[in-house]
C-alpha cells in the first residue's frame, strides 16, 4: 500500500486577494504570535493569537486602528511587511499563525532568514523585493494583486507585473502542496528503483 503523502493545507498556484500594508520594521516572531501562545503542536486555530497585542485592548477588545481590523483590509491575504519581517526566535508557529490567519503571501525588502524558510515549509509564500518594487506595490495598497507562483510575479499593478525569485525546490513543494517529506514520498517509486539499481 502506498504512503499518503503529507500535505500542506493547499497547493499554491495562483492567488489572488487584497493588499494589506504593515509598515512597522523589523517585526519579530514574538510580535507575530507571542510566546504564551506556542503551548500546541496544531496548525489549526492560532490565527485568533496572530498579531494579538497589536489587535487586542487589554479587556480583549479589537483596537479598531490596527491595520488588519479596518474596513478596507479585513480578509487581505497578501501583507505587504516592513523590512527585516520575522526576525527573532524561530519558531513554526508564527508563519502556522499568518496562514490561519487568512495571510498566503507575505512581501518585504528583507525577510528574516529562518522565518522564510519556516514559511516556505509550511506553504506561506515569502517574497523579497527590491526598494522600487516596495514603492510600486504602496501604490497599490488595498486593491487586490494576484501572486503567480508557476511564472513567479506579482500581477495586477499598473506599471506591470513585477518578477521575484524564490529556491527552486521550495517553490516545486509549494506547487505540488507537500511539504519536504511529502516530495520525497511522491518520488518514492524512483527512489525504489535507483535502491533497487545499486542493489544489483
Request: a negative charge; one cysteine or more; aromatic letters at 8%.
Amino acid at each position: 500500500m502506498q504512503t499518503p503523502t503529507p500535505a500542506l493545507e493547499r497547493s499554491f498556484t495562483e492567488f489572488t486577494s487584497l493588499l494589506a500594508h504593515l509598515p512597522n520594521a523589523h517585526v519579530d516572531t514574538d510580535q507575530i504570535i507571542p510566546a504564551r501562545f506556542l503551548t500546541t503542536t496544531q496548525r489549526a486555530g492560532l490565527g485568533k493569537f496572530c498579531f494579538n497585542d497589536w489587535r487586542y485592548a487589554a479587556d480583549g477588545s479589537e483596537r479598531a486602528d490596527f491595520v488588519l481590523h479596518q474596513p478596507a483590509f479585513r480578509g487581505a491575504g497578501i501583507l505587504l511587511a516592513g523590512h527585516n519581517f520575522g526576525c527573532g526566535s524561530s519558531r513554526e508557529h508564527a508563519p502556522w499563525a499568518l496562514l490561519d490567519f487568512g495571510i498566503r503571501v507575505v512581501i518585504a525588502t528583507e525577510i528574516a532568514d529562518i522565518f522564510r524558510s519556516n514559511a516556505l515549509k509550511n506553504g506561506l509564500l515569502a517574497i523579497v523585493v527590491d526598494a522600487a518594487a516596495e514603492a510600486q506595490l504602496k501604490q497599490h495598497v488595498g486593491q487586490s494583486l494576484s501572486i503567480d507562483l508557476q511564472a513567479c510575479e506579482i500581477r495586477g499593478l499598473a506599471s506591470g507585473a513585477i518578477a521575484f525569485t524564490l529556491d527552486q525546490f521550495a517553490r516545486e513543494c509549494m506547487l505540488r502542496g507537500v511539504d519536504q517529506l511529502g516530495y520525497l514520498l511522491g518520488e518514492s517509486a524512483l527512489i525504489d528503483a535507483f535502491e533497487a539499481q545499486r542493489a544489483a
